[in-house]
């Protein structure tokens, strides 16, 4: 599997972005693809997933209202809409795959645990 993320950049408080991370290769699957985001100092953090089985999707407490989660299914591609950016946004922001659909809460508590495969990481800076 690989996966091709892209958008980020520098904003500025209050703006917004969008990411997206397309997978490609052979025999995907069921899948959960999502964003986890580590800011300097700090662990990874799940942001926010959708399950490839039935578009069911999970935004993490920190960002729900703002960031929306969504997808192209001919492409096999997510975006994530970030809205209302704040400067604790600023952090590299991970596209991350799973095999299996299941339930997004705990992809999103255990993002690690649970990944199979990262894209490179891009980065969002939030600052004036």
């Known amino acids: 599997v690989q996966l091709q993320a892209s958008g980020g950049g520098l904003v500025q408080p209050g703006d917004s972005t969008r990411l997206s991370c397309a997978a490609s290769?052979?025999?995907?699957?069921?899948?959960?693809l999502g964003w986890v985001r580590q800011a300097p100092g700090k662990e990874r953090e799940g942001v926010s997933v959708?399950?490839?089985?039935?578009?069911?999707?999970w935004i993490a407490d920190s960002v729900k209202g703002r960031f929306t989660i969504s997808r192209d299914n001919a492409k096999n591609t997510v975006y994530v809409q970030m809205n209302s950016l704040k400067p604790e946004d600023s952090a590299v922001y991970y596209c991350?795959?799973?095999?299996?659909?299941?339930?997004?809460?705990?992809?999103?508590?255990?993002?690690?645990?649970?990944?199979?495969?990262w894209g490179q990481g891009t980065l969002v800076t939030v600052s004036s």
């Open positions: 959708i399950n490839s089985c039935n578009g069911n999707t």
């Open positions: 290769g052979s025999a995907l699957g069921p899948y959960m």
């Open positions: 991350a795959f799973s095999r299996g659909c299941y339930t997004g809460t705990y992809w999103l508590q255990n993002p690690a645990d649970r990944t199979d495969y």
